[in-house]
C-alpha cells in the first residue's frame, strides 16, 4: 500500500495565556475529545490534521504552547517556521484579554514577516463572559486580523478549520508576490 501523498504541509502556533482553553480547543478540533480538565502545557506540544482544501491534501499541525512565562523562551524558538499564528483569549478573563497585546508583540517580534495571525475568544459557552463579541471583534480589527469564537465544551471549534483555509490562502497570496 502506498503511504497518502500529500501536497502541502504548514505549521500554525496557539498562543495565549494559562488556563485560557488551547488545549482543549485542539483537542477538540483534532481528536474530537473534551475534558473538563487538563494538565498545563510543559514547554509545546503538537497535534495534526489532516484537511483538504481546494483539492488539495494538506496536512496541519497546531503547536500548542505553554502560556507560562517561564516557557517563553522555549516557545519563541517554534515561531520559526509558522504560516499561522492563533492567539486564544479567555472571554471569562479580563486579563487574557488585555495580554493579547503582549501575544501581538511576541508574533512581531518573532513570527515570520507574512505569518497570518487570528485572536479566538475561549469559553464562549460560559454565563461568566465579560468580553463581548464586539470588544473581540475592535480588537481583532486593531491588529488587522481576523477574530473567531470558539468553545470547546460546546464543540464549536470550526474556526481552526476556516483559519487552515486562510492559511493556505495567504500562503497562494505570498507565492504571488
Not at 523562551?73 to 503582549?102: H, M, P, W
Not at 513570527?111 to 481583532?140: F, H, M, Q, R, W
Request: net charge neutral; hydrophobic share 35%.
Amino acid at each position: 500500500m502506498k503511504p497518502d501523498r500529500l501536497d502541502r504541509f504548514f505549521k500554525i502556533i496557539v498562543v495565549g495565556d494559562p488556563g485560557v482553553g488551547k488545549t482543549s480547543l485542539i483537542t477538540k478540533y483534532v481528536d474530537g475529545d473534551y475534558s473538563e480538565s487538563h494538565m498545563p502545557t510543559i514547554g509545546i506540544d503538537f497535534k495534526t490534521k489532516k484537511l483538504r482544501i481546494k483539492d488539495e491534501k494538506v496536512k496541519v499541525q497546531f503547536w500548542d504552547t505553554a502560556g507560562q512565562e517561564r516557557f517563553l523562551n522555549i516557545t519563541q524558538s517554534y515561531y520559526k517556521g509558522a504560516q499561522g499564528v492563533i492567539v486564544v483569549y479567555d472571554c471569562t478573563n479580563l486579563e487574557s484579554f488585555r495580554n493579547v497585546k503582549k501575544w501581538m508583540k511576541e508574533i512581531d517580534q518573532h513570527a515570520p514577516l507574512n505569518t497570518y495571525k487570528a485572536i479566538v475568544a475561549s469559553k464562549t459557552d460560559s454565563e461568566e463572559k465579560i468580553i463581548s463579541c464586539s470588544e473581540g471583534c475592535k480588537l481583532a480589527e486593531d491588529y488587522s486580523c481576523q477574530y473567531f469564537e470558539a468553545s470547546a465544551k460546546l464543540g464549536e471549534t470550526e474556526c481552526f478549520g476556516q483559519i487552515a483555509h486562510e492559511v493556505f490562502r495567504n500562503m497562494e497570496n505570498i507565492a504571488h508576490l
